[in-house]
């Protein structure tokens, strides 16, 4: 493998959910998005990244998008529960 992501890999749903965990990670504490609950943030980052990997892969139509806004929850919700137990196991390790 030459590359860490493609936007085929992104358009699945271990490669949508890993992205959104990194990136979520990444902006949570910048200034912008500090007020705003990190689940709503990371829901966003997931519709944003379906929409461009199918963008750039399939192409957009109406149901590609109406599909985008359902699966985001489904990655963000994913993103949000190996967040809560990285937590969990780490609070264990104290």
Same mark, same amino acid.
């Given at each position: 493998?030459?590359?860490?992501? *493609? ?10 959910? $890993?992205? *959104?965990?990194?990136?979520?990670? $990444? ?20 519709? $944003? ?7 750039? *892969?399939?192409? $957009?139509?109406?149901?590609? =998008? ?8 489904? =990655? ?19």
């Amino acid at each position: 493998m030459n590359e860490f992501f *493609t936007w085929q890999a992104l358009s699945t749903y271990a490669g949508a959910c $890993l992205a *959104t965990y990194m990136i979520t990670e $990444l902006i949570k504490d910048i200034s912008l998005f500090k007020n705003i609950s990190a689940r709503i943030v990371s829901y966003i980052i997931a519709f $944003l990244l379906l929409m461009f990997s199918y963008a750039f *892969t399939t192409g $957009l139509n109406f149901e590609v =998008v109406a599909l985008c806004l359902v699966n985001a929850f489904v =990655v963000a919700f994913a993103s949000n529960g190996a967040f809560d137990a990285l937590n969990v196991l780490k609070e264990k390790g104290k």
